[in-house]
């Protein structure tokens, strides 16, 4: 069986938030592709950083506080429930991952915007069209900004 990988590229690091792009693959097939946008880093400190740069296990999981279905990442050092869903902002998330379609935001605040459609399209992937495929996760530093 074939996995999932999404493989997250961190472009910027910020006093305001974390920023990057992620991409799933199916093999060599592309299935979808997301800005994200976290906590500014803060040592992995539970529920006001972003999580270290490594490579995670994540499984399917249900989201209670949005009763969505979603990922979880599993065997993060020092930290649990670590959910990718939806959110806009740096502070619409407590250590997570928001994913959305495009960038927003000014030179004091950045952000995501179309965060529910991102999150119906990797509802489509991870529940619909692979249910069955192992989930890999990868965050890796980028730098420079990147195109969408």
Same mark, same amino acid.
């Given at each position: 069986?074939?996995?999932?990988?999404?493989?997250?590229?961190?472009?910027?690091?910020? @006093?305001?938030?974390? *920023?990057?792009?992620? /991409?799933?693959? +199916?093999?060599?097939?592309?299935?979808?592709?997301?800005?994200? &946008?976290?906590?500014?880093?803060?040592?992995?400190?539970?529920?006001?950083?972003?999580? @270290?740069?490594?490579? *995670?296990?994540?499984? /399917?999981?249900? +989201?209670?506080?949005?009763?969505?279905?979603?990922?979880?990442? &599993?065997?993060?050092?020092?930290?649990?429930?670590?959910?990718?869903?939806?959110?806009?902002?740096?502070?619409?998330?407590?250590?997570?991952?928001?994913?959305?379609?495009?960038?927003?935001?000014?030179?004091?605040?950045?952000?995501?915007?179309?965060?529910?459609?991102?999150?119906?399209?990797?509802?489509?992937?991870?529940?619909?069209?692979?249910?069955?495929?192992?989930?890999?996760?990868?965050?890796?530093?980028?730098?420079?900004?990147?195109?969408?």
């Amino acid at each position: 069986m074939i996995d999932l990988i999404f493989t997250h590229s961190r472009y910027a690091y910020m @006093p305001f938030g974390t *920023y990057g792009r992620v /991409r799933c693959m +199916y093999g060599d097939t592309t299935l979808g592709q997301w800005w994200t &946008v976290e906590q500014s880093w803060n040592d992995n400190k539970p529920f006001h950083s972003c999580i @270290p740069e490594a490579d *995670y296990e994540c499984i /399917r999981e249900h +989201y209670y506080r949005g009763n969505e279905d979603t990922i979880e990442f &599993v065997d993060v050092p020092g930290r649990s429930e670590i959910l990718v869903h939806v959110a806009n902002w740096p502070m619409d998330v407590q250590g997570c991952i928001g994913i959305g379609t495009e960038i927003m935001g000014d030179s004091s605040r950045w952000g995501v915007a179309n965060s529910g459609k991102a999150m119906r399209q990797l509802f489509d992937i991870l529940y619909r069209k692979r249910p069955d495929a192992a989930i890999y996760w990868r965050i890796a530093r980028r730098g420079g900004m990147m195109e969408p």
